[in-house]
């Protein structure tokens, strides 16, 4: 069985008894530390370097219950154990509600602990759920990636029938909001500003529900406030998404900074979106090689066609996939007046184009990102899209 972090908490140490021993005790734990400070403990906890928190609640001012409750709201992701002597009905109700996940009395019984550790093991750790962050990034100006975002994280939640996340993380020009004529009440900078600490409730606040099945995240509404933005939030922003959402897709803009490398750090796709032109192509190789000097594998970038069969393409599909040293992941053909008519009114492609060849094209693209998970009750056409937009609508949220 493999070894559990586990980070313990004790406010107020009582001597003679150290807190730590019966956890070290446990042959299926590793202890990282034995805290007394939030402030200490607060990284690990961020940064998910532990699975487990056991936390003593024999302190006077509460500052124990006080620390599950934080540890609820940053990284509901660690499971924790509440310690006590206190074996009162009213005492163990009081520690669920706060977020315990278990409860063991101190001194601590080794098979208590045991049980505890096993229990969360079955219903934390084990857990099959695994979101799938999948980054689109445009090799030039135009080329059609937020686009290719927008609707993309459509048909993923259309396929799957699970609600999307859908990041601007163009923080300063970004379109995703103006795609789905939104205006959302929070933006990025509300929930990942310098000095801020994140978490489920800001992240869940902060994304604009779209009657679609996805939830976007937009970037600030004024331009000094991208510069607010903290890549250390970024990322725990990430994490919190992941626990709500099977697919998270983030629309990149070109250039490489510490925000754009949070985003890349557990992307499982990174999508170059390009079409058939020379600086089109010779941007796309560059990202290409850029990302993989930022360590994200290879298999993990994939390129994407866009606007292809137009009347101005100087090269062939079968160039550009030997320059970029694999064959295109998707292929998205030529529709510039349906695509250009759905952004000029706020639509997604389907709303009014379910047929588009593009739209059929991300869709199929959205196919092979889905795999095997789509929900067999989700068909062709417009299906649910045509139920929720009709051929008019707009896709905006209610208030």
Same mark, same amino acid.
């Given at each position: 069985?493999?070894?559990?972090?586990?980070?313990?908490?004790?406010?107020?140490?009582?001597?003679?008894?150290?807190?730590?021993?019966?956890?070290?005790?446990? &042959?299926?734990?590793?202890?990282?530390?034995?805290?007394? #400070?939030?402030?200490?403990?607060? !990284?690990?906890?961020? !940064?998910?370097?532990?699975?487990?928190?056991?936390?003593?609640?024999?302190?006077?001012?509460?500052?124990?219950?006080?620390?599950?409750?934080?540890?609820?709201?940053?990284?509901?992701?660690?499971?924790?154990? =509440?310690?006590?002597?206190? +074996?009162?009905?009213?005492?163990?109700?009081?520690?669920?509600?706060? /977020?315990?996940?278990?409860?063991?009395?101190?001194?601590?019984?080794?098979?208590?602990?045991?049980?505890?550790?096993?229990?969360?093991?079955?219903? *934390?750790?084990?857990?099959?759920? #695994?979101?799938?962050?999948?980054?689109?990034? /445009?090799?030039?100006? /135009?080329?059609?990636?937020? +686009?290719?975002?927008?609707?993309?994280?459509?048909?993923?939640?259309?396929?799957?029938?699970?609600?999307?996340?859908?990041?601007?993380?163009?923080?300063?020009?970004?379109?995703?909001?103006?795609?789905?004529?939104? +205006?959302?009440?929070?933006?990025?900078?509300?929930?990942?500003?310098?000095?801020?600490?994140?978490?489920?409730?800001?992240?869940?606040?902060? @994304?604009?529900?779209?009657?679609?099945?996805?939830?976007?995240?937009?970037?600030?509404?004024?331009?000094?406030?991208?510069?607010?933005?903290?890549? !250390?939030?970024?990322?725990?922003?990430?994490?919190? @998404?992941?626990?709500?959402?099977?697919?998270?897709?983030?629309?990149?803009?070109?250039?490489?900074?510490?925000?754009?490398?949070?985003?890349?750090?557990?992307? !499982? *796709?990174?999508?170059?979106?390009?079409?058939?032109?020379?600086?089109?192509?010779?941007?796309?190789?560059?990202? *290409?090689?850029?990302?993989?000097?930022?360590?994200?594998?290879?298999?993990?970038?994939?390129?994407?066609?866009?606007?292809?069969?137009?009347?101005?393409?100087? @090269?062939?599909?079968?160039?550009?996939?030997?320059?970029? =040293? #694999?064959?295109?992941?998707?292929?998205?053909?030529?529709?510039?007046? *349906?695509?250009? +008519?759905?952004?000029?009114? &706020?639509?997604?492609?389907?709303?009014?184009?379910?047929?588009?060849?593009?739209?059929?094209?991300?869709?199929?693209?959205?196919?092979?990102?889905?795999? &095997?998970?789509?929900?067999?009750?989700? &068909?062709?056409?417009?299906?649910?899209?045509?139920?929720?937009?009709?051929?008019?609508?707009?896709?905006?949220?209610?208030?």
């Amino acid at each position: 069985m493999a070894n559990i972090k586990i980070a313990l908490f004790e406010a107020s140490p009582v001597p003679g008894e150290p807190f730590n021993k019966p956890f070290e005790a446990a &042959g299926q734990l590793q202890v990282v530390g034995l805290f007394q #400070k939030w402030e200490d403990l607060s !990284e690990w906890v961020r !940064e998910s370097a532990v699975d487990m928190v056991a936390v003593s609640l024999d302190d006077d001012e509460n500052i124990g219950l006080g620390v599950v409750e934080r540890i609820v709201r940053t990284a509901p992701q660690v499971a924790m154990i =509440g310690i006590s002597r206190a +074996t009162d009905p009213a005492s163990i109700i009081g520690a669920m509600r706060s /977020g315990c996940a278990q409860f063991v009395c101190w001194p601590i019984d080794p098979e208590d602990l045991k049980s505890a550790i096993n229990q969360i093991r079955a219903s *934390r750790l084990n857990a099959t759920h #695994k979101s799938r962050r999948i980054c689109v990034v /445009g090799s030039s100006g /135009g080329s059609g990636a937020t +686009t290719v975002a927008c609707n993309l994280s459509m048909e993923l939640a259309h396929l799957t029938e699970r609600p999307t996340a859908l990041v601007d993380l163009n923080v300063e020009f970004g379109d995703v909001a103006c795609a789905f004529d939104v +205006t959302p009440k929070y933006t990025l900078a509300d929930v990942c500003r310098e000095g801020m600490e994140p978490d489920r409730m800001m992240v869940g606040q902060a @994304l604009h529900e779209l009657p679609c099945k996805v939830s976007v995240l937009a970037r600030p509404e004024r331009l000094e406030d991208a510069r607010l933005i903290s890549p !250390e939030n970024v990322d725990r922003t990430f994490r919190l @998404l992941a626990e709500s959402f099977p697919y998270v897709v983030v629309d990149l803009p070109r250039g490489f900074n510490f925000l754009n490398s949070a985003a890349l750090l557990h992307a !499982e *796709r990174v999508l170059i979106v390009t079409q058939l032109g020379v600086p089109f192509v010779r941007n796309a190789i560059r990202i *290409r090689d850029c990302l993989l000097q930022m360590d994200v594998p290879e298999d993990n970038i994939e390129l994407v066609l866009n606007r292809c069969q137009a009347s101005f393409e100087r @090269l062939k599909q079968a160039d550009v996939e030997q320059h970029f =040293g #694999k064959p295109a992941f998707a292929i998205i053909p030529n529709d510039y007046k *349906r695509v250009m +008519t759905a952004l000029d009114l &706020g639509h997604p492609i389907v709303a009014d184009a379910p047929n588009s060849p593009a739209r059929l094209a991300i869709q199929q693209m959205a196919k092979r990102l889905v795999g &095997g998970e789509e929900n067999p009750a989700a &068909g062709e056409g417009e299906g649910l899209f045509g139920k929720i937009f009709g051929r008019k609508t707009k896709a905006t949220a209610p208030r």
